[in-house]
């Protein structure tokens, strides 16, 4: 969630810092700040709001020095006010903290019954207390340091800089991702390699409990028995295009448009020639009586699509959970069950915290993941890349296509691993599959007619989405994409649900979105729409041409999208869902890419 840098460097700190944390702007944060020492003396700065604020107070008050820290925070303990930013200090201690010290008040109490007085309401300020703590009893550096960090409990990443030391910080990881970066003669320190382009593409994930001693000549690096260990150290390949705009007004705008390239990379990943090629040709669907997928949001509606397919096309049975439910549920998993875990980022703290409950008692882990560096794809026993490439927008939307892309493809490899194919439909559905790309683009067409749909949806305060079959949880996903960055408060439902309840909020000023394809469930579809239209409610009805004759007079609204088979409806209809909410909170004027309260990489629980 916050992003955290570093640099150790022949250069002035602080544009460095201010750089690196703009690449960071996408896991959302609500203030900034960063932190350098120059000729042996600590300073900061701090700032609410965005990054701008942070940089114009460097304009008025300047920070010089060639070591240095920074940090974007999400607000967890204390509110996001100048004094609660971070760096946070203690004495010679500066500190920046990803994550939550769950130990945090007796550590305050011990430290306040040994003297020490607080200045902020944050779980962080603790961890710079207790290391000066412990360098007031006379222990050095590396020695207090590791002390406090030995007592943290949470999860954490995080930074000190110290007083009267240019060459010299020290970092930790538990729980929340941290990566080094070798230069010449020069150390970086970041949440993710995309904040330490363009200084290098040379990284070295933190594992684990590591914590490392970093200077510019040298970098130790010790796990969490204390033992030296070597982590190596790898070349990422950042196509910097992918974290600018490219033109579009909003990063959100911009993956929006690119679906069609990206899936069509991901099919190009998977497919060849006339099958499906995993990364681990071993893995056999035959094996398995059970699929556990866990995710947390728009993730975890990927597989509650998914759990159709499997179901439906390879008779396999899935249950799909909550992340955060999960693992507190502790369910028993049986022999034979396939875990599945999916995540853009591959850092969501509940969904790692599932994964590693299921280790020793699934029979395999693989992970669906985008980032293939991430914790969750490390502790996997098979990862399955989406190929989605960067997402700098906080609502998802090339990562949630491509994570549906993928988990069809493992579908159709469960039902020809199960012999629940019959001749020639496998290449049917490949082929249907190659389709896509093309159709999305005609989807992508439409945004000027959604637009203006849009622009009336903007002006309800609330909107429910209605959905059969597969179709449900794209419900669920559209309303989840409105209410994220336009504030406008949505529902999803399947639409049999329509009577049990939600029909109740039905008027003239609550816009209904049905998305419907022509399948085998469309006329009961139909049905639940003439029920809200009978009640004065506004239908804006997605389907295609087929649909859109059958359905008939009534409608306040009608989207045309292609013709697709019903088993790929969900990936196309992902699109006129995403267009609407993008659509609706550019007509609100809200903060499309980073909306308010939200991160992209949920780190915490």
Same mark, same amino acid.
């Given at each position: 969630?916050?992003?955290?840098?570093?640099?150790?460097?022949?250069?002035?700190?602080?544009?460095l810092?201010?750089?690196?944390?703009k690449?960071?702007e996408? $896991?959302?944060?609500d203030?900034?700040?960063?932190?350098?020492?120059?000729?042996?003396?600590?300073?900061?700065r701090?700032?609410?709001?965005k990054l +701008?604020?942070?940089s114009?107070? =460097?304009?008025?008050?300047?920070?010089?020095?060639k070591?240095?820290?920074?940090?974007?925070r999400?607000?967890?303990?204390?509110?996001?006010?100048?004094?609660?930013?971070?760096?946070?200090?203690?004495?010679?201690?500066?500190? &920046?903290?990803?994550?939550?010290?769950?130990?945090?008040?007796?550590?305050?109490?011990?430290?306040?019954?040994?003297?020490?007085?607080?200045?902020t309401?944050?779980?962080?300020?603790?961890?710079?207390?207790?290391?000066?703590?412990?360098?007031?009893?006379?222990?050095?550096h $590396?020695?207090a340091?590791?002390?406090?960090?030995?007592?943290?409990?949470?999860?954490?990443a995080?930074?000190?800089?110290?007083?009267g030391?240019?060459?010299l910080?020290?970092?930790?990881?538990?729980?929340?991702?941290?990566?080094?970066?070798?230069?010449?003669?020069? &150390?970086?320190?970041?949440?993710?390699?995309?904040?330490?382009?363009?200084?290098?593409?040379?990284?070295?994930?933190?594992?684990?409990?590591?914590?490392?001693? @970093?200077?510019?000549?040298?970098?130790?690096?010790?796990?969490?028995?204390?033992?030296?260990?070597?982590?190596?150290?790898?070349?990422?390949? #950042?196509d910097?295009?992918?974290?600018e705009?490219?033109?579009?007004r909003?990063?959100?705008?911009?993956?929006?448009?690119?679906?069609?390239? &990206?899936?069509?990379?991901?099919?190009?990943?998977?497919? $060849?020639?006339?099958?499906?090629?995993?990364?681990?040709?071993?893995?056999?669907?035959?094996?398995?009586?059970?699929?556990?997928?866990?995710?947390?949001?728009?993730?975890?509606?990927?597989?509650?699509?998914?759990?159709?397919?499997f179901?439906?096309i390879?008779?396999?049975?899935?249950? /799909?959970? #909550? *992340?955060?439910?999960?693992?507190?549920?502790?369910?028993?998993?049986?022999?034979?069950?396939? *875990?599945?875990?999916?995540?853009?980022?591959?850092?969501?703290?509940?969904?790692?915290?599932?994964?590693?409950?299921?280790?020793?008692?699934?029979?395999?882990?693989?992970s669906?993941?985008?980032?293939?560096?991430?914790?969750i794809?490390?502790?996997?026993?098979?990862?399955?890349?989406?190929?989605?490439?960067a997402?700098?927008?906080?609502?998802?939307?090339?990562?949630?296509?491509?994570?549906?892309?993928? =988990?069809?493809?493992l579908?159709?490899?469960?039902?020809?691993?199960?012999?629940?194919?019959?001749?020639?439909?496998?290449?049917?559905?490949?082929?249907?599959?190659?389709?896509?790309?093309? %159709?999305?683009?005609? *989807?992508?067409?439409?945004?000027?007619?959604?637009?203006?749909?849009?622009?009336?949806?903007?002006? *309800?305060?609330?909107? =429910?989405?209605?959905?059969?079959?597969?179709?449900?949880?794209?419900a669920?996903?559209?309303a989840?994409?409105?209410?994220?960055?336009?504030?406008?408060?949505?529902?999803?439902?399947?639409?049999?649900?329509?009577?049990?309840?939600?029909?109740? @909020?039905?008027?003239?000023t /609550?816009?209904?979105?049905?998305?419907?394809?022509t399948?085998? =469930?469309?006329?009961?579809?139909?049905?639940?729409?003439?029920?809200?239209?009978? $009640?004065?409610?506004?239908? %804006?009805?997605?389907?295609?041409?087929?649909?859109?004759?059958a +359905?008939?007079?009534?409608?306040?609204?009608?989207?045309?999208?292609?013709? &697709?088979?019903?088993?790929?409806?969900?990936?196309?209809?992902? @699109?006129?869902?995403?267009? @609407?909410?993008?659509?609706?909170? /550019?007509?609100?004027?809200?903060?499309?890419?980073?909306?308010?309260?939200?991160?992209?990489?949920?780190?915490?629980?």
């Amino acid at each position: 969630m916050c992003g955290i840098v570093g640099v150790l460097g022949d250069h002035e700190a602080a544009p460095l810092l201010v750089e690196a944390l703009k690449r960071l702007e996408y $896991r959302g944060y609500d203030s900034a700040g960063i932190a350098t020492v120059n000729n042996g003396t600590l300073e900061r700065r701090r700032a609410v709001g965005k990054l +701008a604020s942070l940089s114009d107070l =460097l304009v008025h008050q300047p920070l010089t020095g060639k070591a240095g820290i920074g940090h974007t925070r999400w607000a967890t303990h204390g509110a996001p006010n100048v004094e609660n930013a971070h760096p946070h200090r203690a004495g010679p201690v500066a500190v &920046v903290h990803n994550g939550i010290i769950e130990n945090f008040r007796e550590l305050r109490e011990e430290l306040a019954a040994a003297g020490l007085h607080f200045q902020t309401d944050t779980d962080t300020e603790t961890i710079a207390m207790l290391v000066q703590h412990y360098l007031d009893q006379g222990l050095s550096h $590396r020695d207090a340091a590791g002390k406090a960090i030995a007592r943290l409990e949470g999860a954490f990443a995080l930074a000190l800089l110290f007083d009267g030391q240019d060459d010299l910080m020290i970092v930790a990881r538990k729980g929340s991702p941290l990566a080094l970066g070798h230069g010449e003669g020069e &150390v970086f320190v970041g949440s993710d390699a995309i904040a330490l382009a363009p200084m290098t593409n040379r990284i070295t994930y933190l594992e684990e409990g590591d914590w490392a001693y @970093l200077t510019r000549g040298s970098i130790e690096i010790r796990n969490q028995a204390g033992e030296l260990v070597n982590r190596p150290v790898k070349t990422v390949k #950042i196509d910097m295009s992918q974290v600018e705009k490219g033109g579009h007004r909003h990063f959100m705008a911009k993956e929006i448009a690119e679906q069609p390239t &990206v899936l069509g990379d991901a099919l190009a990943h998977y497919l $060849r020639g006339d099958g499906i090629e995993l990364p681990a040709p071993g893995l056999d669907f035959a094996d398995f009586d059970r699929v556990v997928m866990v995710a947390c949001g728009t993730a975890n509606y990927a597989c509650v699509v998914a759990k159709y397919w499997f179901e439906q096309i390879a008779g396999l049975t899935v249950e /799909v959970d #909550i *992340a955060s439910e999960f693992r507190y549920r502790e369910p028993p998993i049986p022999p034979r069950t396939l *875990a599945l875990f999916v995540s853009q980022s591959g850092e969501t703290a509940d969904t790692l915290a599932a994964l590693r409950y299921c280790e020793g008692k699934a029979s395999r882990i693989a992970s669906v993941i985008n980032v293939t560096e991430s914790s969750i794809a490390r502790e996997s026993d098979l990862v399955l890349p989406i190929r989605a490439g960067a997402e700098i927008g906080v609502a998802s939307t090339k990562a949630f296509t491509c994570q549906l892309t993928v =988990l069809f493809l493992l579908a159709l490899k469960a039902a020809a691993d199960r012999s629940r194919l019959e001749e020639g439909e496998l290449e049917e559905h490949l082929e249907a599959m190659r389709r896509l790309p093309g %159709l999305m683009n005609f *989807a992508l067409a439409q945004s000027t007619e959604v637009a203006a749909v849009a622009k009336a949806v903007s002006e *309800a305060r609330d909107v =429910l989405f209605l959905g059969r079959g597969s179709m449900f949880p794209l419900a669920l996903e559209g309303a989840l994409k409105l209410k994220e960055i336009s504030y406008i408060h949505a529902e999803g439902y399947a639409s049999g649900e329509l009577k049990h309840g939600p029909i109740a @909020l039905v008027d003239k000023t /609550v816009p209904v979105i049905v998305m419907a394809p022509t399948d085998g =469930l469309f006329d009961k579809t139909v049905s639940n729409m003439q029920e809200v239209m009978a $009640r004065g409610g506004k239908v %804006l009805l997605i389907t295609d041409p087929e649909g859109a004759r059958a +359905a008939g007079e009534g409608c306040w609204k009608t989207l045309i999208m292609p013709e &697709v088979p019903g088993a790929l409806a969900p990936i196309l209809y992902a @699109l006129p869902a995403q267009l @609407l909410a993008y659509h609706a909170a /550019v007509a609100k004027g809200t903060d499309v890419d980073q909306p308010r309260n939200l991160a992209k990489s949920v780190t915490v629980e």
